[in-house]
């Protein structure tokens, strides 16, 4: 347990479907993450949360919406997607740089299938 | 930009056996963060071991430690006396010590150990 926790564990949508993805940490970290992990390929940055202000966007494409309401919650909203945006969606949170623990904690993950 | 390789797609190693898994990393920052990550079945990501670039001494953790060479910018991960738990996917990172940046951590594409009882 990581203190990461990410709901749903599992989801099945439809390319017309909107749904969203949740992930809550008590840890008292300032930043928060969220990964994509497909099949093959490397782990990839979608977007980061400094503070609850978003200081990344990695190219991600509008389909996918991320809200930070709090240091505590994030969201992924999801509309309109894709079979190829069906992976292992990934949570992580870590605290400020200077900050004695510099890792990244992780949720368990949400696989994501789009049909 | 940074980037981290391992250049191991897949290992093995035999039960109660010693195993180095590779993992390099182009930067131009002096000052940064190596991390191994470990992800079984379950695929729960967790940190199995830290090494701060300042320090030239090898982080080591029970049976894990790591031989860091800063110069070569090689970060690889010995695991002795493997376990059946052992088996999982082991991601090198890299996370930059610099304000600006600090929040990106960069994996590398992920080792898949196997472990033979």
């Known amino acids: 347990e990581t203190g990461v926790t990410q709901t749903p564990r599992h989801l099945v949508m439809g390319m017309t479907n909107k749904k969203s993805l949740k992930c809550e940490q008590h840890?008292?970290?300032?930043?928060m993450y969220w990964y994509k992990q497909s099949a093959k390929k490397p782990l990839e940055l979608m977007f980061v949360y400094n503070f609850k202000e978003q200081t990344e966007n990695n190219s991600v494409p509008s389909r996918f919406s991320p809200e930070c309401p709090n240091s505590s919650h994030l969201f992924l909203h999801l509309h309109t997607l894709q079979p190829e945006d069906s992976a292992l969606y990934l949570c992580a949170s870590s605290q400020a740089a200077g900050a004695s623990l510099t890792e990244a904690f992780f949720g368990q993950g949400t696989r994501l299938t789009v049909v | 930009a940074q980037t981290v390789t391992q250049s191991q797609p897949e290992m093995s190693v035999q039960e109660a056996e010693t195993v180095t898994l590779s993992c390099t990393y182009d930067t131009s920052e002096s000052d940064y963060y190596l991390f191994w990550y470990k992800q079984p079945p379950s695929r729960q990501m967790i940190l199995v071991i830290r090494?701060?670039?300042?320090?030239?001494q090898n982080a080591t953790e029970n049976r894990f430690s790591v031989n860091f060479q800063k110069a070569a910018k090689s970060f690889s991960l010995k695991i002795s006396d493997s376990q059946l738990g052992d088996a999982a996917m082991y991601f090198c990172?890299?996370?930059?010590?610099?304000?600006?940046?600090?929040?990106?951590?960069?994996f590398g594409p992920g080792t898949s150990l196997s472990v033979i009882p």
């Open positions: 840890l008292g970290h300032n930043a």
């Open positions: 990172a890299y996370r930059s010590a610099w304000k600006t940046s600090y929040d990106k951590v960069i």
């Open positions: 090494q701060e670039a300042y320090k030239q």
